[in-house]
C-alpha cells in the first residue's frame, strides 16, 4: 500500500502534465533591474500581506500562511502584469479551498494593486462551476426545472441562515455593529444574496470578516442608491428650475414686448395730442391777433377821427376869430387898405388851414398819423393780453 502511494506520488506530476497539460514550474524570480537587482517597486510587501490577513482572521498558522502567501505572490510574478480580465485569458491562477485566505488576498490585491484584472485566487468549487457551465454538457434542460433551480439556489438555505444569525450576534455583543444595524441586516434581501453569493452554499465560508464585507457591499449600495436617488432629484429640481426660468422669461419677455408697445402707443397719443394742442394754439393765437388786429384798427380810425375832429374844431374857432378881427378892423380903423389886407391875410390863413388839415403830406397829419401807429399798437397788445388771460382763466376752469 506504501509503494503504491509512492508510485502515485512519483507519477503524479507526469500524470498531470500528459493528461491535463498542468505543468509544474518553480517559484518565479523576483523582477530584476538592468544591473540585477531586486526591482522593489514591482514586488508586493509579504509581510503587509501576511499582517492584513492575521488581521481579518485567527486560524491560520505561520507556516501556512507564508505557504499561501508565497503561492500567491508567485501567481502575481507569473502574470507579469499582463493578466487579462477574464480567467480565460488570466494566464494562471491559484486554486484553493480556503475560503479566507481567498477572500482576504483577492480584496487586498483590487484595493492595493489592480482592480481591472481577474482575481489571482479562486475556490476549486468556483472553478468546477465555471468549468461545468462553460463545457457546454448541460443541455435540452427543462426550462421550468432550470428556473426552479435557479430561484432555489438564490434563496440561502436554513444553515447559512442560522450561520449568520450567530455572526451577527457575536458582532453584536463584540460592539462591532449595533443592535439596529442587525435587524435591518437580518431582512435585508441585499445583504442576504450577498451572503449567498460569497459563500456559494458552504456554511464554514459564512464568518465575521465574510459578514462585514457583505455588510460593507450593503452599506454601499445604500449610499450608491441614495446618492443616485438624490441626483436624480437634484436632475428633475434643476430641470423643473429650469423649465420656470424659461417660462418666467417668456413671460418676461412677452410682458416687455407688451409693455414697450404700449409705450409707443402712449407716446404716439402724447406727441399727437401735444401737435394738436399746438395747433389748437396757433390757431387761437392767430384768431386773437387777428381780432385784435381789427379791434385796433378800428380804435385808431376812431382816435384819428377825433383828433382830427378837435383840430377842425379848433381851426375853426381860429378861423371865426380871424374873420372878427378883420370885420372888428374894418370898423374901428375904416382904413380901407388895411382891412383889404386883413380880409385877404384871414382868407389865407382859412385856406392854409384848412390845406393842412385835409393834405396828407402835411406834418400835422404824419403827426397824428405817427401817434396813432402807437396807440393802435398799444390797444393790440392789451387787447391780445386780455384774449390770453381770458383763455388762461378758461383752462383753469377746465382742469378744476
Not at 506504501?2 to 507519477?11: C, D, F
Not at 487586498?108 to 468556483?126: E, G, H
Not at 388839415?357 to 396807440?375: D, H, L
Request: one cysteine or more; proline letters at 1%; hydrophobic letters at 35%.
Amino acid at each position: 500500500m506504501t509503494y503504491q502511494v509512492e508510485r502515485e506520488i512519483t507519477l503524479l506530476q507526469s500524470k498531470l502534465e500528459n493528461m491535463f497539460t498542468v505543468v509544474e514550474h518553480e517559484l518565479p524570480m523576483y523582477v530584476q533591474k538592468a544591473d540585477g537587482t531586486v526591482d522593489e517597486a514591482k514586488v508586493l510587501g509579504e509581510a503587509e500581506i501576511q499582517q492584513y490577513i492575521r488581521e481579518n482572521t485567527t486560524h491560520y498558522t505561520e507556516d501556512n500562511l507564508k505557504n499561501d502567501v508565497a503561492s500567491a505572490l508567485a501567481i502575481h510574478r507569473l502574470r507579469g502584469g499582463s493578466a487579462g480580465n477574464t480567467i480565460e485569458n488570466c494566464r494562471v491562477i491559484f486554486v484553493t479551498n480556503n475560503y479566507d485566505f481567498m477572500k482576504l488576498f483577492n480584496a487586498y490585491y483590487k484595493k492595493n494593486v489592480c482592480d481591472t484584472t481577474f482575481q489571482p485566487i479562486i475556490l476549486d468549487s468556483t472553478l468546477s462551476a465555471i468549468t461545468w457551465i462553460k463545457a457546454g454538457e448541460v443541455e435540452n434542460l427543462p426550462e421550468s426545472e432550470l428556473l426552479k433551480n435557479a430561484y432555489s439556489a438564490m434563496q440561502p438555505n436554513p444553515e447559512i441562515m442560522m450561520k449568520l444569525e450567530e455572526v451577527l450576534q457575536k458582532l453584536k455583543q463584540s460592539g462591532k455593529i449595533e443592535a439596529e444595524q442587525v435587524a435591518t441586516l437580518r431582512v435585508s434581501r441585499v445583504f442576504q444574496h450577498e451572503i449567498w453569493k460569497e459563500s456559494f452554499g458552504d456554511v464554514e465560508s459564512v464568518t465575521e470578516f465574510s459578514v462585514q464585507e457583505a455588510k460593507k457591499v450593503y452599506e454601499r449600495q445604500l449610499i450608491e442608491g441614495e446618492v443616485a436617488r438624490h441626483k436624480e432629484e437634484e436632475s428633475k429640481i434643476e430641470a423643473e428650475y429650469k423649465n420656470k426660468v424659461a417660462e418666467l422669461n417668456g413671460q418676461m419677455n412677452a410682458m416687455s414686448e407688451e409693455h414697450s408697445q404700449k409705450i409707443s402707443e402712449m407716446a404716439m397719443k402724447i406727441r399727437e395730442q401735444e401737435a394738436e394742442v399746438q395747433k389748437r394754439e396757433h390757431e387761437y393765437n392767430e384768431k386773437i391777433r387777428v381780432r385784435a388786429d381789427q379791434y385796433a384798427k378800428q380804435e385808431r380810425k376812431k382816435w384819428i377821427s377825433h383828433k382830427k375832429l378837435a383840430l377842425r374844431i379848433v381851426l375853426i374857432i381860429f378861423s371865426i376869430i380871424g374873420v372878427i378881427g378883420a370885420i372888428l378892423g374894418i370898423t374901428v380903423y375904416s382904413n380901407i387898405v388895411v382891412t383889404i389886407i386883413m380880409g385877404i391875410t384871414t382868407i389865407i390863413s382859412i385856406v392854409s388851414n384848412v390845406q393842412t388839415v385835409y393834405s396828407q403830406q402835411s406834418w400835422i397829419n404824419r403827426i397824428i398819423e405817427k401817434c396813432a401807429n402807437k396807440f393802435e399798437t398799444q390797444v393790440r397788445e392789451r387787447k391780445l393780453q386780455e384774449y390770453r388771460k381770458l383763455n388762461e382763466n378758461e383752462q383753469e376752469k377746465i382742469m378744476c
